[in-house]
């Protein structure tokens, strides 16, 4: 069964800094690995979809690297803003589990101005 | 981006009642899918609907939920008989981007909060 961990649980930075974001899964047998943002009391918002032959993908200030054989995913933000300040979550899509997508418990970020 | 809508986005209920959240997921999609998030922990898969079949389900997706799509465009998801522990926030999920190799991102609505009493 696919286990999904995000390491730290919270965050806490100042503006301007870079954040660093881990995931780790424990099948490697992916289709592929999603990055969502969720804000308190929404809905999940898709920030980067890497597939499993890619090794990042990057969309402004965000870049996602996948590292599949050992089973980690990485999202870096670059130059924080407090905007920024929100919960992290990754999902994977596994082979052997049909389509639905297994979630990590996610990262709380907090940008302080 | 895609939009996926739900109704209604909060649901109080007592225990025992009926309730059934709505989606209009992604037009033209046959695969539509139902998560929820209990306060405070992980996003939990409970089932996905393939051209109007179940076609897989989670152990948590009891004989108290069902989904049907009575619709061309809606998507429900009914629990007969609400338990405190139904308390959650639900999402349905429509894919959308078709990518390479069979790969598509998948899209979330803003969620129903349920509260049951």
């Known amino acids: 069964k696919q286990e999904v961990t995000q390491i730290p649980a919270a965050l806490s930075v100042p503006e301007g800094e870079n954040l660093v974001l881990n995931c780790s899964f424990t099948d490697s047998a992916i289709y592929n690995l999603q990055w969502f943002r969720q804000d308190p009391g929404k809905g999940l918002t898709s920030l980067l979809l890497i597939q499993s032959s890619q090794r990042e993908q990057t969309s402004g200030r965000l870049n996602a690297s996948l590292d599949k054989s050992s089973g980690r995913s990485t999202l870096y933000i670059a130059a924080s803003q407090p905007g920024d300040s929100a919960t992290y979550l990754c999902a994977v899509r596994v082979k052997a589990a049909g389509n639905k997508l297994t979630f990590g418990g996610g990262t709380r970020v907090l940008v302080k101005p | 981006e895609p939009e996926v809508t739900q109704t209604p986005s909060h649901q109080v209920t007592q225990m025992g009642q009926e309730v059934i959240l709505r989606c209009v997921p992604i037009s033209n999609h046959l695969y539509f899918y139902w998560y929820r998030q209990i306060l405070g922990q992980k996003v939990e898969f409970l089932v996905s609907?393939?051209?109007?079949?179940?076609?897989?389900k989670s152990e948590i997706f009891d004989d108290q939920f069902s989904v049907e799509r009575p619709d061309g465009s809606n998507f429900t998801l009914k629990i007969r008989s609400t338990k405190l522990e139904d308390s959650a926030m639900y999402f349905c999920?429509?894919?959308?981007?078709?990518?390479?190799?069979?790969?598509?991102?998948?899209?979330f609505g803003p969620g129903t909060r349920l509260t049951v009493t």
């Open positions: 999920a429509s894919p959308a981007v078709r990518l390479a190799g069979g790969n598509y991102e998948q899209y």
């Open positions: 609907f393939y051209n109007n079949e179940i076609s897989e």
